[in-house]
C-alpha cells in the first residue's frame, strides 16, 4: 500500500524477496481492518441496545448491581477475548503454522481447547462458591441488601468464564488463518443472545416485568441471557473453524512444547493486558464510597460503553488484523517489517480515533442523552455519565494505541515488560484514587480521570521502550502525521462550535428524533470537515481509508 508521504524504496531493496510480503502483509491489514471494523461495529452498536434496555428497565441503581456482578467474568472475557489468551495463543500458533504446518498447528489447537474448557471450568466453580466475599471486598461501600443482590447475579454468570475461554481460542484459530469477519461477527451474537434470550424469559417467567416493576426474576433473567449470549458467540465461529480444516477431539497431551509457549507468553500478558481492567475494579471499589454507590457504577460503565465504541472499531480491529503479520514478521527477529507493520497500524489508529475522541468530548451530554435517557434513565444520569465520558475520551487514543503495540512485545519475546509497566500504571491508579476520593473528597469523575492519565503515561513508556528495542518506528514520519490530524481536527471542531453552542443549546427542548436528527447532522458535517482536511493535507492513512471505501461499495 503506497505511502504518499514518503519517497519510493530504492530499486534494490524493492527487488529483494523480503519486501514484497511486508508490503503484502500491510496492505492485507489495512484492508482486512474494514472488515473487522464493520463486524465490530454491529457488536458494539448491539451492546448500546443491551444497555439501553437495562437502564430504562431498571436504572441507575439496579443497573448499577448487575454490572457489579457482570463485572468480573466480564472482565475475564476482555483479557482472554481480547487479551491474554488470545495473544498468547495467536503469536504460538501462527508462528507453528509457519514453521511445522497445519498439523502441527492442529495438535496445539486441540490441546488448549481441552486445557481451557478443564481449567475455566475449575474457575467458574470456583466464583460461584465465593461470589459472596468476593462482592464485598469489590464494593465494601454498599449497602449489605445491593451487595448480596450482586452475588446471586454474578452466580449465575460464572459460567460464562469456561464459554469464553473457548471463544478467544476458536477467535485465534480464525485470525491465525486470516479469517477475520467471523470472530468479530461473534460478538454481535453475543449482545444479540443476552438481550433477546434475556428478555425474552424475563417477560415470559416474571409478570411484574410486564408492567415495568423491577424483581429478581426479572435481574435473574439477564443475567441467564448473559450465558445464552455467550454460546451463540462461541456456536457461530464453529462452522468456520470446521471449514479452514480444524477437527476437535479430545486431547489432554498437555506437556507439549506448543502448549508450554502459549502458557509462558500467557501469564505475563495476562497482567499486561488486564492493567486496565483491573483498573475498572479499582474504581468500582472506589465508587462504592463515593456519594453516587451504586449508581456511580452505572455512570462509569455507560461512559466506558461509549468509549468502547471507537475503541472496539478501530483499537481492537487494527490490533486483530496486525498481530499475525507482527507474528509472522518477527519469526527471524525484528525484521523491517516488523517495524513497518507496527509503524503503520498505530498510524491508522491515530487517524481513525483521535477525532471520534473529540467529539466525544465535545458532545459527551448529547450522545448520552440519546442513546440512554428513556424511562428510568434521568438527565441527572445523562449529566453524571457525561463528565465521566469526557475523561474517557481523552484516555481513548492511548487506550487504542496500546491495544497494537502490547501485543508487539509478545511477538518480539519481551513479554515482561508490558506485565511490569501495566503493575505500575495499576498502583498509580490506587494512590491517584486513595487520594481523590478519601483525602480531597472528590467523586467518581476523578476515577476516569486517573484511568486516563494512567493510560496516557502506559502508552508514552511502551511506545519508548519498543522503539528502543525495535531500533526505530519512523517516529518523525507519525509525528508529521500527527501534526496533520491535529489540524483537520481543529477544523472538525471549529465547524461543531456553532451548532453546539447555538443549536444544541436548547437540548432539553427537543423531543428525542430532534436530538437525534441535531446530534446526526453534527456528526456527519464535521466527518465530512475532518476527512476534507486530511485529504486536503494528503494524510497516507486517508487515502488508504477512502480506497477501502471505494473497493467496498463497488463491490457492493
Same mark, same amino acid.
Given at each position: ?43 458494539? %452498536? ?61 495438535? %496445539? ?7 481451557? /474448557? ?151 500478558? &495476562? ?86 475522541? /473529540? ?63 501495566? &503493575? ?22 476523578? %476515577? ?87 485529504? /486536503?493535507?494528503?494524510?497516507?492513512? /486517508? ?9 467496498? %461499495?463497488?463491490?457492493?
Amino acid at each position: 500500500m503506497a505511502d504518499s508521504s514518503t519517497p519510493e524504496p530504492e530499486p534494490t531493496r524493492a527487488a529483494t524477496p523480503a519486501a514484497r510480503p511486508v508490503n503484502a502483509d500491510v496492505a492485507a491489514a489495512a484492508r482486512s481492518t474494514s472488515v473487522v471494523s464493520l463486524a465490530v461495529l454491529c457488536s458494539r %452498536l448491539l451492546g448500546l441496545v443491551r444497555d439501553q434496555v437495562l437502564t430504562s428497565r431498571f436504572g441507575s441503581l439496579y443497573n448499577g448491581i448487575f454490572a457489579q456482578a457482570f463485572g468480573t467474568p466480564n472482565m475475564l472475557r476482555d483479557l482472554f477475548a481480547e487479551g491474554a489468551l488470545s495473544t498468547a495463543f495467536v503469536t504460538t500458533f501462527s508462528k507453528k503454522l509457519k514453521n511445522e504446518g497445519e498439523e502441527a498447528a492442529w495438535r %496445539l489447537g486441540r490441546k488448549m481447547f481441552t486445557l481451557a /474448557a478443564c481449567f475455566m471450568s475449575v474457575l467458574s466453580v470456583i466464583g460461584i462458591l465465593v461470589a459472596q466475599p468476593l462482592t464485598r471486598l469489590l464494593v465494601p461501600g454498599w449497602e449489605p441488601w445491593k451487595q448480596d443482590l450482586a452475588a446471586s447475579l454474578a452466580q449465575i454468570m460464572y459460567p460464562f468464564i469456561a464459554i469464553v475461554s473457548l471463544t478467544a481460542l476458536a477467535m485465534g484459530i480464525l485470525n491465525a488463518k486470516k479469517k477475520f469477519f467471523v470472530p468479530a461477527v461473534a460478538s454481535a451474537f453475543f449482545n444479540l443472545g443476552c438481550l433477546v434470550g434475556g428478555f425474552s424469559l424475563a417477560w415470559l417467567l416474571d409478570p411484574a416485568f410486564r408492567r415495568g416493576e423491577i424483581t429478581w426474576t426479572a435481574l435473574a433473567s439477564f443475567a441467564v441471557g448473559t450465558l445464552i449470549g455467550g454460546m451463540c458467540q462461541f456456536l457461530i465461529q464453529w462452522p468456520s473453524l470446521r471449514r479452514v480444516g480444524f477437527r476437535y477431539r479430545p486431547d489432554f497431551g498437555w506437556k507439549d512444547d506448543g502448549v508450554r509457549e502459549v502458557l509462558r507468553l500467557m501469564w505475563p500478558s &495476562l497482567i499486561a493486558a488486564g492493567g486496565v481492567q483491573v483498573n475498572v475494579q479499582i474504581n468500582s471499589i472506589f465508587a462504592s464510597f463515593t456519594w453516587g454507590e451504586a449508581s456511580a457504577k452505572t455512570w462509569l460503565q455507560l461512559a466506558q460503553r461509549l468509549q468502547q465504541l471507537p475503541l472496539g472499531l478501530f483499537g481492537v480491529a487494527v490490533a486483530t488484523v496486525t498481530l499475525p503479520a507482527l507474528s509472522r514478521a518477527a519469526v527471524d527477529g525484528i525484521s523491517p517489517g516488523f517495524r513497518e507493520v507496527l509503524a503503520k497500524g498505530l498510524r491508522l489508529v491515530m487517524f481513525l480515533v483521535i477525532p471520534c475522541a /473529540a467529539g466525544l468530548a465535545l458532545f459527551s451530554r448529547e450522545i448520552l442523552s440519546v442513546i440512554f435517557e428513556h424511562g428510568k434513565y434521568g438527565p441527572e444520569d445523562v449529566r453524571q455519565s457525561a463528565r465521566v465520558l469526557q475523561a474517557y475520551a481523552f484516555g481513548l487514543l492511548f487506550y487504542a494505541a496500546l491495544k497494537v503495540v502490547q501485543p508487539a512485545f509478545f511477538a518480539i519475546d519481551k513479554r515482561f515488560f508490558p506485565m511490569l509497566v501495566s &503493575l505500575g500504571m495499576i498502583l498509580f491508579n490506587i494512590v491517584v484514587n486513595s487520594v481523590t476520593v478519601f483525602v480531597l473528597g472528590w467523586d467518581h469523575a476523578a %476515577l476516569a480521570w486517573a484511568t486516563a492519565i494512567g493510560l496516557a503515561l502506559n502508552f508514552a513508556v511502551s511506545y519508548l521502550a519498543m522503539r528502543k528495542f525495535a531500533a526505530g518506528l519512523d517516529t518523525r514520519e507519525s509525528l508529521r502525521g500527527l501534526v496533520r490530524l491535529l489540524v483537520a481536527t481543529a477544523v472538525m471542531l471549529a465547524v461543531c462550535v456553532l451548532p453546539k453552542w447555538w443549536f444544541l443549546g436548547h437540548w432539553q427542548e427537543f423531543g428525542w428524533w430532534a436530538r437525534a436528527l441535531a446530534l446526526g447532522g453534527t456528526i456527519a458535517v464535521a466527518a465530512g470537515a475532518y476527512f476534507g482536511v486530511c485529504g /486536503a493535507l494528503r494524510v497516507a492513512e /486517508a487515502a488508504d481509508f477512502g480506497a477501502l471505501l471505494k473497493r467496498r %461499495l463497488g463491490r457492493t
